[in-house]
């Protein structure tokens, strides 16, 4: 007879113990020692009364057969059983709950000065406390009617859902709250100034959590086993006439477990108030090699400090200290939860260290830069390119074998294309400009990928439930993350260093973003999605989406650190200033940048359209016009993707040579020719169509972008929300193509559609290559950034030198300019001021040039 009694009580009763002890020893430091008690012991006390229920629940349900097959379990014990689990999966989630309350609660202690910090402190605990009360009601009403839930045998009228199936499809929720608390603290204690070895125990006291975590993924690999297994199994017997599930045999290591996580998340929950403790009974450990605890207020190197960290402070809950955690052992005051250990002032460049190895410098000026000063941070942002490149991939493979294994016909299928799109129209303006206006660029950065780890782990429930509508939401999710990060990542590229390089790094780091659209494909189709056949092999894919999310995670971490450049609205105006003649020239009865705006997104939203709309068919067409070919429409398709990559890295070299309003209209020329030859050509002629198509559609993007964002100044962050928000294009008109396709019966001739669309957005490079106004306002100038006024000194009188704009002597592209881009000095030639207060002053002189 299998048994699997005997580990799971074991495990179970050690854990439960060990977070006994835990809290008992948190309270005799609270009480004896820092005497005090704070609403965050108290919901800890809530959770270890819910866990010794939760435990118990699991003791007893063991002793009833909980680990043995159903054949080996009495019937007598069968009532109880159920009981038992039903009890034990109504107590899972308030039990968690309690605990990442308590911890939330005691973070809203470490200070009241970071709004930002308290802010997402509320949120995740609304969240936590949210998701926990929904899925507790969740497992109360599993069966209809409810005692069906705890019955020995399902009545014949009832109707329950499989428990392993709810717990596998909640667990993202936990894993998302589990890393929000693992790296909220994280803005506190990198601005702490402590010894060395306090350092040490803080990283280590705050780091707890990721055992939670871990813990928390063991789990999830135990119940996906037992999900597929018992899959396996139900199938394998189904033939032998057997109805039982042996449900307490393949959830028994899946509820050990569920008893692990919760205990462990105690434990660690614990270990912060146990510093006072820790201190009294052995302060050598606390204190550091110098034999003191705290840094010396008069020491020259450190900077002016906030008051001490004794100083009570007055909170939502009351009187509240900072926590114990950097407690050091006193022996005349009576609160060991006293710090004598001081914070450095956030105002002072140095204090902005991450335990002396991060340098948190104040950023860069982005309009300020050179080329060469430029290329770090357009590196460092390309990888968020890379980043949704590959995940636009990802999604398409995935979508495809989802699509197949539920049998979605080809409307249903669009619906998953357009609500990804349907992202960029919700949360550019209502997300990403709020954050970048008031927060900038790295917290838009930030942002992003925290939604778009959101949509990944959303993946889990939608694959285990095989559900289309969680299928939807998750593909919504991502786009949105995906829309705030390109909201705030093309006005980056185009704006970090001289402008007259905009075109050519956007479509550089576009060009990345392509590439990363041709791995993933392969990577999807030929490594991790090849097997992906049925549902449970689905639900396998559930790991490459952690990793995903948890990437994206640690990436936001990293963008945290970062010395991100930055450019403030009046920045923006001033440099927009510099041009303001060219910009406010209004031949239509309006200022001709706002013209060039609103036409710019009125050719985004009619490219993307018309882009998504080849790539969702090119395969349909593929099929059609060359049926006897030698490969499959996805060979075919990673061929047009590479060749759309290479195509922005050539429009980026184009660049200096031509024009980029020129090569806007030339790739608009060729996406409308080649998309008109597609409907009239058949076989490999079709195939060579197509494939110019992907070549001419490939460098419009960015230099429509770059375009209509020229000279928005104090606009521009909303200008770039507008125009991201303009690729939602993408959700909708391919609907009008597939109507057509089914009205004609034919691939070639509903690409009617592709040509319309594509002429509509090539009305703005006709106007931006007609109207004069227009092209002296987004032609390039050379060295278009912002500088640091020169200063030249005539004998006997003050003076100040002001850089004036050079007019623009090129017919061409960057090359007929190249002194703009190589280092050197400043080729622009000074205007003398005389005068007290003409440092303070600006000039502005518009260049007088002849337009090409």
């Not at 396998?540 to 990436?555: H, K, N, P, S």
Request: glycine fraction near 6%.
């Amino acid at each position: 007879m299998q048994d699997r009694r005997p580990e799971v009580l074991v495990v179970s009763i050690i854990f439960f113990l060990l977070a006994t002890i835990f809290v008992a020893l948190r309270f005799v430091s609270r009480i004896w020692i820092v005497r005090r008690v704070a609403i965050h012991d108290y919901l800890m006390l809530l959770a270890w009364l819910i866990d010794l229920g939760f435990s118990f629940a699991l003791f007893y349900a063991t002793s009833q057969g909980l680990g043995l097959h159903d054949v080996d379990i009495p019937v007598a014990q069968q009532t109880n059983l159920s009981r038992a689990n039903y009890a034990f999966t109504v107590l899972y989630n308030p039990a968690l709950m309690a605990v990442k309350s308590s911890i939330l609660v005691f973070y809203l202690t470490l200070t009241q000065g970071e709004k930002t910090f308290r802010y997402a402190n509320y949120v995740t605990l609304l969240v936590v406390n949210a998701a926990g009360l929904a899925l507790t009601f969740i497992n109360v009403f599993q069966c209809r009617p409810v005692a069906a839930a705890f019955a020995a045998a399902l009545p014949a009228n009832a109707h329950c859902t499989d428990i392993l199936t709810l717990y596998l499809s909640s667990s993202p929720v936990n894993i998302v709250t589990d890393l929000a608390i693992l790296f909220l603290p994280n803005p506190i204690l990198t601005r702490m100034r402590l010894p060395r070895k306090q350092k040490i125990i803080l990283v280590i006291t705050f780091s707890f959590g990721f055992f939670v975590a871990v813990v928390d993924v063991i789990r999830i690999a135990y119940l996906q086993e037992a999900t597929t297994s018992r899959e396996i199994a139900l199938r394998q017997i189904h033939f032998q006439n057997y109805g039982g599930g042996d449900f307490a045999w393949y959830a028994s290591l899946s509820f050990m477990w569920s008893v692990l996580e919760v205990n462990v998340s105690i434990m660690c929950a614990c270990v912060p108030s146990l510093k006072p403790l820790v201190a009294r009974l052995v302060p050598k450990m606390i204190r550091d090699s110098e034999g003191s605890t705290q840094t010396s207020p008069s020491d020259p190197q450190l900077p002016p400090a906030l008051p001490p960290a004794d100083a009570i402070l007055t909170g939502p809950f009351g009187p509240m200290s900072l926590p114990e955690v950097t407690a050091g052992p006193t022996g005349t005051n009576t609160d060991a939860e006293a710090n004598t250990t001081t914070l450095t002032s956030t105002s002072d460049p140095r204090s902005m260290t991450f335990f002396d190895f991060v340098n948190m410098r104040t950023p860069a000026n982005m309009l300020k830069l050179s080329n060469k000063e430029s290329i770090a941070p357009n590196a460092i942002t390309t990888v968020l390119f890379f980043l949704w490149g590959f995940a636009y991939g990802f999604l398409d493979i995935l979508n495809d074998q989802f699509q197949q294994i539920v049998h979605l016909d080809g409307w249903r299928s669009l619906g998953l294309h357009c609500v990804y799109f349907g992202g960029y129209l919700v949360a550019p303006p209502l997300v990403g400009r709020l954050v970048l206006k008031h927060w900038g660029f790295k917290s838009t950065f930030i942002t992003g990928l925290c939604f778009y780890a959101c949509g990944s782990l959303i993946f889990w429930p939608s694959a285990v439930l095989t559900s289309y509508s969680a299928f939807l939401i998750s593909n919504f999710i991502t786009g949105c993350g995906l829309a705030i990060l390109e909201t705030a990542a093309n006005p980056f590229i185009s704006l970090c260093g001289p402008l007259e390089n905009s075109e050519i790094r956007l479509n550089i780091s576009q060009g990345v973003q392509a590439v990363g659209s041709v791995l993933s494909p392969l990577l999807a189709k030929r490594v991790l999605f090849r097997s992906v056949t049925d549902v449970s092999s689905l639900v396998d894919v559930q790991w490459t989406y952690l990793g995903i999310a948890l990437f994206d995670v640690l990436l936001a971490v990293a963008f945290y650190y970062l010395p991100i450049p930055e450019a403030s609205d009046e920045d923006l105006e001033e440099l927009a200033n510099r041009r303001r003649d060219d910009n406010r020239v209004a031949p239509f009865g309006v200022p001709i940048v706002w013209v060039t705006l609103a036409l710019g997104v009125w050719s985004q939203f009619f490219y993307v359209a018309g882009q998504e709309v080849f790539s969702t068919s090119f395969g349909s067409l593929v099929t059609a016009a060359y049926p006897e070919s030698h490969m499959d429409e996805f060979s075919y398709q990673t061929i047009g993707r590479s060749i759309f990559a290479i195509g922005r890295f050539l429009a980026a070299f184009l660049q200096w040579f031509l024009k980029p309003r020129w090569i806007l209209l030339l790739s608009y020329i060729g996406m409308v020719v080649f998309a008109a030859l597609c409907m009239r050509t058949t076989g490999p002629a079709a195939i060579a169509m197509g494939m110019m198509v992907f070549l001419f559609e490939s460098g419009a993007f960015s230099i429509i972008f770059a375009i209509a964002l020229r000279g928005t100044g104090r606009h521009t962050k909303t200008a770039g929300s507008l125009l991201t928000a303009a690729i939602s294009g993408g959700a909708f008109l391919p609907y009008a193509q597939y109507a057509a396709q089914h009205a004609t019966n034919s691939i070639p001739d509903s690409y009617s559609v592709l040509v319309a669309l594509f002429a509509a957005g090539a009305i703005f490079p006709i106007y931006l290559n007609l109207v004069p106004a227009a092209k002296k306002q987004v032609d390039p100038v050379p060295n278009e950034h912002l500088r640091h006024t020169r200063r030249r000194r005539r004998p006997g009188v003050k003076s100040n030198a002001l850089p004036r704009e050079k007019g623009n002597p090129s017919q061409g592209g960057v090359y007929s300019r190249r002194r703009s881009v190589l280092d050197g000095p400043d080729p622009l030639p000074t205007v003398e001021l005389s005068g007290p207060n003409s440092a303070s002053n600006s000039i502005s002189i518009s260049r007088s040039n002849s337009i090409a």
